[in-house]
Structures are given as structure tokens and as C-alpha cells.
């Protein structure tokens, strides 16, 4: 993919202090929906999330207040109602708190692969494991009433998407512990699984309350429409992340592996990115425009789940803005002007 276009090499002896943002809205021009049920799931899926992930402060305002869950779900599963929709929320919650130890708070590989296994067991047998790891009780509550009206194929598709997630995960973990940064193909592969779409997409089917053929999610147009999907949403989170993740020293962000890897500027990079979140709008729509039936009643189905993707390209787009994850009180004034400060870099 990233042979598809062209960059350009700049240099210069000062330190960048701000770059510009895409013009994303402009570009992505999908109407943005919020569930009606997304006030009451946010109240219910903080109280969860407080309580079973034991959040002190300042987490409990932070995953709450502040990433706003509900109304990250609210945008990606606008027509779910109450039951799937907290489901939803909490997985999404959850996500962000195991995103966050695994990313920030943890170097050991080992760590990570024990709680891979764990979480891997809980999705297995959600009823009969035990675990003291509130992580994967945490799976365990989630996935047993997702596992209530999922259908057979969308719960393994699910499973199947966590567990590369998971040793996506791992994985990372270890590049950093040793100082590791990927080319850009590798990491653009290993971003694919990291991104943990693949298990969100699943999640459509659950909202929607669909439970797609094998022969759908097997064909080639469908899978073309959940990589540029997937690609869209990573490529744009790299961009809308990289102030945070550069304060932290993280070099798991494509705007930093083209600055390591290919010598861009930051600008350069970040411009790069952006063209890389148009292509994948491209390929979404020349995918779509392809799609080749299966019948009516399974059409009908595959069209909720092509909505369901273009809800997920724009939904946490507009959530990026509404919560305080990557810029803070001035969220508002980003989205408008598509400047970013950089922030300073933390101690190590």
C-alpha cells in the first residue's frame, strides 16, 4: 500500500512545534449518527467500568468523563438498541483501559502474553473460567452477554480478531522493551491486527443483530471493504494520536516510522498519512460499488454491515473531537483550525 504514492524527503535543522491536520471532514463527507440510547448505556457502562475495572481517580475520570465510551459505542452503532449497545460500550471501555496497560503502563512480553491467555480462556469458556485478573473477568462479563444473541459465526470472527489482536499486542510490547521500530510494511501489517478492528467489525454483526454466510465474509469484495475500513481508521488514529503517543516516546505510529524509516519531515508524514486516508476512501467506495449479491434476504444483511463500516470509518473520527484523549479542553478549537501543538515530552 504504501508504494501507492509518492513522498518526498525534507529536511531541516529546527524542531517542528506544531503541525496541521488533514482536512478530514472535508474529506470524509459520511454522515455521522448517535445511538438515542447513548445517555443512559454512558451512565450504565461508567458505573461497569468504574466497578469492574476498580478505577481510582484520576482513571475514573479519565474513562469516563473524558474518553467518553458510550459515546464512542453511540457513533459506531447508531441503530442498536439499549442491551447491544451497553455490550458494546463496555467491550469498547474495556479496550481502551487494556489499550492503555499494555501500551503505557507494562514492558514485560511475558505480562502480555499471560494476559492473552487469560482473556483468550475467558472468551472460551466464559460462564466456567475462573481468573482473579480483572481483565478477563471483565471479558467474562462482556462476552457472556455478547454470547446471548451473537450468532455462531460472528462469536468465532470475534474470537478470531481478539486473539490477533492479542499477539499483535505482544508483539509491540516487545519491539518496544527493544527499542525496536518496523519498516513501513511491517508495520502497516502489524498495525492491521493491532488497530483491533478486525474484532470490532464482528461487533457490527452483534449491534445489528446479523450473523453473515461464510460465503460473505470469504469473499474478496467484503474483505477489500474491511481493509480500507481498518486502514482508514488506523492511519487516521495515528495522525489524530501522534501529539500524545510523541510526549510518551512511542514510536508504534506510522507519522513516526516514515520520520525513522523514510527521513520525511513531521509535516511530511503527516501529510503522507493523510494521503493514505483518502486512498482507503477510495478503495471503500470502488469496493462497494462491486459488491455482488447473494439474495435478497442475505443482501439485505450485507448492506446493514456495509453501513456498519461506513459508520465505523466516520464514528470515531467525530469522537476524536468530542472527547479529551489527543487534545485535551482544545478538541473544538483542533477540529476547527487543524492545529496541533506539540506537547512537550515526559520525563522517561
Not at 68 to 95: E, I, M, N, Q, T
Not at 127 to 155: D, H, I, L, W
Request: include cysteine; proline fraction near 4%; aromatic fraction near 12%.
Amino acid at each position: 500500500m504504501a508504494s501507492t504514492i509518492t513522498c518526498t524527503v525534507t529536511c531541516s535543522d529546527s524542531k517542528p512545534t506544531e503541525f496541521i491536520l488533514p482536512d478530514f471532514f472535508s474529506d470524509c463527507r459520511y454522515p455521522m449518527r448517535l445511538n438515542p440510547h447513548c445517555d443512559e448505556v454512558s451512565r450504565a457502562t461508567d458505573q461497569w467500568l468504574c466497578s469492574e475495572a476498580r478505577l481510582v481517580e484520576p482513571d475514573v475520570t479519565k474513562y469516563t468523563t473524558l474518553l467518553r465510551p458510550g459515546y464512542f459505542a453511540s457513533s459506531c452503532y447508531p441503530d442498536a438498541d439499549a442491551f447491544h449497545l451497553k455490550v458494546c460500550a463496555d467491550f469498547h471501555g474495556w479496550s481502551w483501559k487494556m489499550d492503555d496497560w499494555l501500551e503505557i503502563e507494562r514492558s514485560d512480553v511475558n505480562d502480555a502474553w499471560g494476559v492473552r491467555d487469560c482473556c483468550m480462556s475467558a472468551y472460551r469458556d466464559p460462564v466456567n473460567f475462573q481468573t482473579e485478573r480483572y481483565s478477563a473477568k471483565m471479558c467474562k462479563s462482556y462476552f457472556s452477554r455478547f454470547k446471548e444473541t451473537a450468532g455462531p459465526g460472528c462469536t468465532e470472527r470475534f474470537i478470531d480478531g481478539m486473539d490477533l489482536w492479542f499477539i499483535a499486542a505482544a508483539k509491540e510490547v516487545e519491539n518496544r522493551a527493544k527499542g525496536h521500530i518496523n519498516d513501513v510494511e511491517s508495520y502497516i501489517e502489524l498495525r492491521r491486527d493491532l488497530s483491533g478492528c478486525k474484532a470490532c467489525f464482528a461487533f457490527i454483526e452483534f449491534a445489528c443483530q446479523i450473523d453473515l454466510p461464510d460465503e460473505v465474509v470469504s469473499h474478496p469484495v467484503v474483505i477489500a471493504l474491511e481493509e480500507a475500513t481498518n486502514d482508514f481508521i488506523s492511519w487516521s488514529n495515528d495522525i489524530l494520536s501522534y501529539n500524545m503517543e510523541q510526549s510518551h516516546h512511542s514510536t508504534h505510529n506510522l507519522v513516526a516510522v516514515l520520520m525513522v524509516k523514510q527521513g520525511l519531515d513531521l509535516q511530511g508524514a503527516i501529510d503522507y498519512c493523510g494521503r493514505l486516508c483518502n486512498i482507503s476512501l477510495q478503495r471503500f467506495e470502488e469496493s462497494r460499488a462491486v459488491l455482488p449479491s447473494w439474495g435478497e434476504e442475505v443482501d439485505k444483511d450485507v448492506a446493514k454491515y456495509v453501513e456498519g463500516l461506513q459508520n465505523w470509518i466516520v464514528g470515531p473520527l467525530q469522537w476524536s473531537f468530542e472527547c479529551t484523549r489527543y487534545f485535551g479542553k482544545d478538541a473544538h478549537i483542533v477540529k476547527q483550525n487543524r492545529i496541533v501543538k506539540l506537547l512537550p515530552k515526559r520525563p522517561l
